[in-house]
């Protein structure tokens, strides 16, 4: 899970808000399509056009706005909640049929077992091996195990998809781990988006790893 750092909503979310606080149409579902697809894009920009939960590469085609506290869970209006809002994959986010993801976290809320993408110790609460499985890192963040189980984190879909974007970018062409001094030259630029401000997938996956070649050559 990579870190979220959130920006501000788009303007045309923002007049959608001021025009229509404390009205009955005053939540989510009330809003415009245009506003949604709007801030849709804005929210896949802030992310890198990663999936908020997984780490895949997403589009607007691929993903859909997630909040992080279910609206079944929220109160009035909290479903408006900028910071509540993240993109993630798939399109439909009811579809469970890949077994991760948003769709399997459905309506699950306990906020004392869920680690946030917005949470600054995201990143360093999971661990992952060179097969791409993840785990808790402390054995004892009972958080950590929670949220990789309501989400699916595990499910061996995406443990596989991890394991080929490792395999593809940490390995040569003799099946060796690449050398810690090339580990260092990418490492300065795994998680820096493209020109067209993209993000690759797992990039803080890679991160961990390159950075755990770096600290065992040491």
Same mark, same amino acid.
Do not use: M
């Given at each position: 899970m990579r870190k979220i750092r959130k920006t501000h909503p788009p303007p045309e979310y923002r007049s959608w808000i001021n025009e229509n606080r404390g009205t009955p149409s005053y939540c989510y579902d009330a809003l415009p399509g245009e506003v949604k697809g709007t801030l849709k894009r804005h929210l896949l920009k802030e992310q890198g056009w990663l999936c908020a939960y997984t780490g895949l590469?997403?589009?607007? !085609?691929?993903?859909?706005? !997630?909040? $992080?506290?279910? *609206?079944?869970?929220?109160?009035?209006?909290e479903d408006l909640d /900028?910071?509540? $809002?993240?993109?993630?994959?798939?399109? %439909?986010?009811?579809?469970?049929?890949?077994? /991760?993801?948003?769709?399997?976290?459905?309506?699950?809320? %306990?906020p004392a077992r869920f680690v946030s993408p917005l949470d600054d110790s995201c990143e360093r609460r999971f661990k992952f091996s060179w097969?791409?499985?993840?785990a808790a890192r402390f054995a004892d963040d009972e958080a950590a195990v929670e949220?990789?189980?309501q989400i699916g984190l595990d499910h061996k879909a995406l443990t596989d998809l991890r394991d080929a974007a490792i395999h593809g970018f940490l390995f040569?062409?003799?099946?060796?781990?690449?050398?810690?001094? !090339?580990?260092?030259?990418? $490492? *300065?630029?795994? %998680?820096?988006?493209?020109?067209?401000?993209?993000?690759?997938?797992?990039c803080f996956v890679l991160k961990q790893l390159l950075q755990?070649?770096? !600290?065992?050559?040491g």
């Open positions: 590469q997403v589009s607007e !085609e691929s993903s859909h706005v !997630e909040h $992080l506290k279910p *609206q079944s869970s929220c109160d009035v209006s /900028y910071r509540n $809002l993240v993109a993630c994959f798939p399109a %439909d986010g009811g579809d469970v049929s890949y077994g /991760y993801g948003a769709p399997v976290k459905g309506g699950w809320w %306990d097969s791409g499985k993840i949220t990789i189980c040569d062409t003799r099946g060796h781990v690449i050398g810690e001094p !090339e580990a260092r030259r990418l $490492l *300065q630029a795994v %998680d820096r988006p493209d020109g067209d401000d993209r993000l690759s997938p797992f755990r070649i770096v !600290e065992d050559s």
